[in-house]
Structures are given as C-alpha cells and as structure tokens.
C-alpha cells in the first residue's frame, strides 16, 4: 500500500479517560528484510512507504493534534536491510522535528557498520530484536536469514545473526545511542534463555529488554503454544537483574499508516478545496488494472454540482521514455488531484507525484466502488491495499 492515511484514535479506557493519549508512530519504509520467522503469519507484507510518503503521513498524525511520544522506524523489512530509505527519513526527521524523539527497530545485522551513520543523523535509541543467543535456537526460529545480497545456508547464516547482533548492540552504545533489546518468548523453543540473553546483551552495552509474548497465528497447529502472563513474569525476573524491563503504559499506542494497533482505523486521502479529484489509470475504464507506466490516458473522476462523483473526462499520459520529466509533467497534469490510482507503480512515480502533493494508492477493482470509498462512501474491498 502506497496510501498516507490519517491515523483516528480509539476511545480510550475508562480508567485512563483523562490522561493523554501518549501514541508511538510507525514509519514502515523498510523495503527489504534479513530473514524469515518460522512462526510469522502468513501472506505478503504491505509495502514499504517513500521517505517523502511517510513524512506526509507524520504531518497530517500532527494536523490532527495527536500526542505523539515517539516515532519508530520499522518494517515491513528490517530498516538496515537496505539503509537508504531509513536515512533519508532520519535526515527529515531531523531537519522538521528536531525535537520529536525517534527510535529504528531492526534485526541489527550491518548495524557495526552503520552506527556512526545512524548517530550523524541524530537517532539516540535503537530496539534490536534477539531471540537468542544460540544459533541452534536461531536455525528453529527462522527459515531463512540472508545476512547479504548472496543465500547462505541457515547454520552458517544463524551463526552471522548471533554475532552480528552482539557486534551491533556494542557499536550502538558506543555511538551514544541507548538500546534495547526485544525478545520474543516463544513456549518450548527460547524461554529458557532469557537470562542468557539478557546477560549477553547488557556485556555488550544494552540498557532494557522488552519481553514479547508469542501469540500463533489463528488455525496453525504446528507453531508454539501463545506465551501466557506467567512465562512473561518468570522471564522478566530472570532478565531484570540484567536489564531493565519495559513496561508501557496503557494509554501507549502503536500506529502505523497500514493500520493501528490500539488506534482504530487508518483514514484513506480525502479531497481538498485545492485538488478535488481522483486520478485512474486502466485498460477497460471500468477496473483499476494497469501499471502507472503503461498507461497512455488518465482517468479523472470528481464531484459533480449534486456532490455524486462521475467521470469528469480523460487526460492523455505523457509518452514513455523522458525519464523523471514524465512524471513531472504528469504532476502538472493533475494539479487538481489528490490521489492516483493504479495497480502498480515504480519508486520513481510515487516519489516525484507524493513531491507534488498526489498520493498513490495502489489498488485492484472496480473503479466506481473504490472512488467512492475516497469521497467517504461505501466500503474498500479487500484488494484495496
């Protein structure tokens, strides 16, 4: 999903109806990962979001007053995977809201490398999640880590993880940036080692551990049981006397623009005074079905005098082959757009239209249904991404 959504926040509970809504804001513009939990759900992940996409969505949580503690740079991949994306968003983070505090999430592969890079561009505190200290366990808990570009088999690539990550949380601490350690507890496979965890990592420089209890997927039997409230409790007296143990708040809420944990729903783009408009691209007129760069029209969809939106006309594409100027000059063509349509569009498109002040949303279905979702009817199907 390309779509800067608006985060809406929950009612919240009736014993802390007063306090502030305090709110940790995701920015998911990691598009690669290092490896694969065993015991991850099923199906594809949302795409990553542009530093400039992600930035947007940072400025409208704002524009809606929301009490933001901290922004997260994390997922759908690992942040470091491919870095260029989480330093540029660093690098805007620090140049419009020097103040807000940040913190990245990451495997910690690579980390030794770029913890220097990370504390130029101002992040003070990193959360690496280790699993274990063992790369027996690791070869249970992944079925894959990919350190590099190139596929090592998992033994040796378990071995990499374990020692890159006592290699990062050092360079880390040694870069001035407090860390913290995230441990997932999974029933029967790490739960025991969360003493040696802790200790490992608390000799390498890390100041607190949060323990995640496992929860399976629904319908898979053959993944570890949930961790309950007792296993919780026993791991964090084990790793307190190492670390300290996180505890938040419960008025602390995680939000991310795929969606909100704790928050409600995301919000879709909506129109302004500016740029009422929907722009489509499609081979029949009737779906959303083609890729932005295939496209030879556009279609643009608006409000009629009665409010009800039609089809207001088409728009010719510019021709393949200009290079950045093509989209350039398609942003001057849908100057009074807020939103694209397409079933597929490159980096290049959505940077240059998101510069511009067009979100992309990439989507499949009927054209009429989902633009009617943007004026705030109906409901999105479930290929809306």
């Known amino acids: ?30 598009s690669r990962d290092f490896a694969r939990s065993r015991f991850a759900p099923a199906g594809k ?59 990245l999430t990451t495997l910690g592969i690579g980390g030794s490398l ?6 130029g561009q101002g992040l003070k505190a990193v959360t690496v999640k280790v ?17 590099s570009t190139r596929t090592v088999p998992l033994p040796k690539a378990a071995a990499i993880l374990v020692d890159e990550q006592a290699k990062a949380v050092a360079a880390f601490t040694k870069a001035g940036m407090a860390v913290t350690v995230r441990t997932t507890l999974y029933p029967g496979i790490n739960d025991g080692e ?20 496992f929860v399976p997927p629904a319908k898979e039997n053959d993944f570890p049981p949930a961790a309950d409230q007792e296993l919780l409790a026993r791991a964090g007296a084990l790793a307190g006397g190492h670390l300290a143990i996180v505890k938040e708040t419960m008025n602390l809420v995680t939000m991310s623009p795929h969606g909100a944990t704790g928050a409600g729903p995301a919000r879709l783009p909506r129109p302004s005074a500016e740029r009422p408009n929907v722009a489509v691209v499609s081979s029949n007129g009737m779906e959303v079905d083609l890729h932005l760069g295939h496209a030879i029209r556009v279609l643009v969809y608006g409000p009629r005098e009665d409010g009800l939106a039609c089809l207001l006309g088409t728009r010719p594409a510019p021709e393949p082959g200009s290079g950045a100027s093509r989209w350039e000059t398609l942003a001057e063509t849908l100057t009074d757009c ?48």
Request: aromatic share 4%.
């Open 338 to 385: 807020f939103c694209l349509l397409t079933a597929s569009a490159g980096n290049a498109p959505r940077q240059i239209l998101a510069d511009h002040g067009i979100t992309v949303l990439i989507t499949e279905g009927d054209i009429e249904g989902t633009v009617d979702v943007l004026y705030g009817g109906g409901k999105k199907g479930k290929k809306n991404r």
């Open 114 to 119: 770029l913890a220097e890079s990370l504390a």
């Open 45 to 103: 992940p949302m795409p990553a979001l542009l530093p400039v996409e992600a930035m947007a969505w940072l400025d409208g949580a704002f524009s809606q007053e929301a009490e933001i503690e901290t922004v997260e740079l994390s997922g759908p991949g690992d942040p470091l995977a491919a870095p260029g994306p989480s330093l540029d968003t660093l690098q805007l983070l620090k140049e419009k809201y020097p103040e807000l505090p940040v913190r």
């Open 194 to 213: 969360v003493e040696a965890i802790a200790v490992a990592m608390a000799r390498q420089g890390a100041v607190a551990m949060d323990l995640v209890p």
């Open 1 to 30: 999903m390309t779509v800067i959504p608006f985060p809406q926040t929950a009612s919240p509970c009736k014993a802390c109806a007063t306090a502030p809504r305090r709110q940790r804001l995701q920015l998911p513009v990691a």
């Open 131 to 147: 699993d274990t200290v063992d790369p027996t366990t690791a070869e249970r808990l992944f079925s894959w880590i990919r350190p």
